[in-house]
């Protein structure tokens, strides 16, 4: 196997992308525009894992039965902090940023986009 992805479809790729952007300090690998202001493809590489968002067209189901999981492990708490700073504008706070059962640093929420997020130490 060459790589693996994540791959969400969001209405918004385009502001999507950018708040990913900034919420996991991404690098952009490429972005192809749908010709309508979104992305019919981008990657973003976030630490490492690669986030695909595309543009949610008619005929796909929306829904949050999937979460995105990011497990920064110890030492990385700044990281968890900003992406929640970032995400948490418009979301749906699941469980604030705090300690759990088993991690001193984590939050689960849905984003503006209907994107399901956990990001944790």
């Not at 952007?21 to 952009?28: D, L, S, V, Y």
């Not at 949610?56 to 110890?74: A, I, K, P």
Request: hydrophobic share 40%; with cysteine; glycine share 10%.
């Amino acid at each position: 196997m060459l790589r693996s992805m994540m791959q969400v479809y969001v209405k918004g790729s385009a502001e999507a992308v950018h708040t990913y952007q900034r919420a996991f300090e991404a690098e952009i690998l490429g972005l192809y525009p749908d010709g309508n202001g979104g992305y019919m493809h981008s990657e973003l590489n976030a630490h490492g894992q690669i986030l695909a968002v595309s543009e949610l067209t008619d005929g796909l189901v929306v829904g949050n039965t999937m979460q995105f999981c990011f497990h920064f492990g110890e030492g990385g708490e700044e990281y968890v902090k900003k992406a929640y700073e970032v995400l948490r504008e418009e979301a749906t706070i699941c469980i604030p940023m705090g300690p759990c059962d088993y991690s001193p640093c984590m939050f689960s929420l849905i984003d503006k986009f209907g994107v399901y997020w956990c990001i944790f130490v």
